[in-house]
């Protein structure tokens, strides 16, 4: 199994923005950090690994993929899990934005860019 931790540090502002009612963009991922490990053991970019895409979801309407390392939301590079939900948290639901993601096919990583409206949750 593995084990995922976050310092409340990173998650504040999303107990905050839960505990006084607001609404949390949605784009339909569960994922995780490529940790520094994984990137030199498999040489992946590092990233928001996606481990799994909801049905129905922006992510999946845009065509992301599990196993895809998404590496920017916009202008803003994603370098970990933290990054990402970050970035998504600061987007309204709504709005279109280009998704960067490193897929593997054939042996190395490619960049794909993916647009995808998000919605609210």
Do not use: C, W
Request: glycine letters at 8%.
């Amino acid at each position: 199994g593995m084990i995922t931790t976050y310092s409340i540090s990173d998650i504040k502002e999303t107990i905050e923005n839960l505990a006084n009612g607001k609404e949390r963009t949605y784009m339909g991922i569960v994922g995780t950090s490529v940790t520094q490990e994984a990137a030199d053991t498999h040489n992946m970019p590092m990233g928001a690994y996606v481990i799994n895409v909801d049905p129905d979801s922006p992510a999946m309407s845009a065509g992301i993929q599990s196993g895809d390392v998404i590496t920017r939301i916009g202008t803003q590079t994603i370098v970990d899990y933290s990054d990402y939900s970050k970035a998504i948290a600061e987007l309204s639901a709504g709005v279109e934005t280009v998704i960067t993601v490193q897929r593997f096919s054939r042996g190395d990583y490619t960049e794909l860019t993916f647009e995808a409206e998000l919605s609210k949750k």
